[in-house]
């Protein structure tokens, strides 16, 4: 009943940018913490960048200055503005939410679906 839906994956060259949105749907009471996850070939998945619900950041050392992660709560959604991409950015993305959900009410760690994100040299 509830689940992240993420959009803004595809092809870009070396140096450009790209905005990724996850969305949560269904019967959500609120958002903690929501965050962005990689997993590229041959690699274990890490931890790109995470925000809090009163919007502190955190992120992965090798995309500081150049990725931007950011949260509408109203919408329910949290973004990522990839800028600068290099190669090695290549991989499948992951946003991650601790949902508060209803009914139990309870908390939630939900994954979206993953979108791909390659960048050419």
């Known amino acids: 009943q509830v689940q992240l839906v993420e959009s803004g994956g595809g092809l870009v060259q070396a140096g450009g940018s790209l905005r990724l949105s996850c969305a949560a749907s269904?019967?959500?009471?609120?958002?903690?913490?929501m965050g962005w996850y990689r997993q590229a070939p041959g690699k274990e998945r890490e931890l790109v960048a995470s925000?809090?619900?009163?919007?502190?950041?955190n992120y992965a050392d090798s995309v500081k200055g150049r990725f931007t992660i950011s949260r509408d709560n109203a919408k329910n959604t949290v973004y990522l503005q990839m800028n600068s991409l290099k190669s090695e950015d290549t991989a499948v993305y992951y946003c991650?939410?601790?949902?508060?959900?209803?009914?139990?009410?309870?908390?939630?760690?939900?994954w979206g679906q993953g979108t791909l994100v390659t960048v050419s040299s």
């Open positions: 991650n939410a601790a949902v508060v959900v209803r009914f139990p009410y309870r908390n939630l760690k939900l």
């Open positions: 269904g019967s959500i009471v609120s958002i903690n913490d």
């Open positions: 925000i809090s619900r009163g919007g502190m950041t």
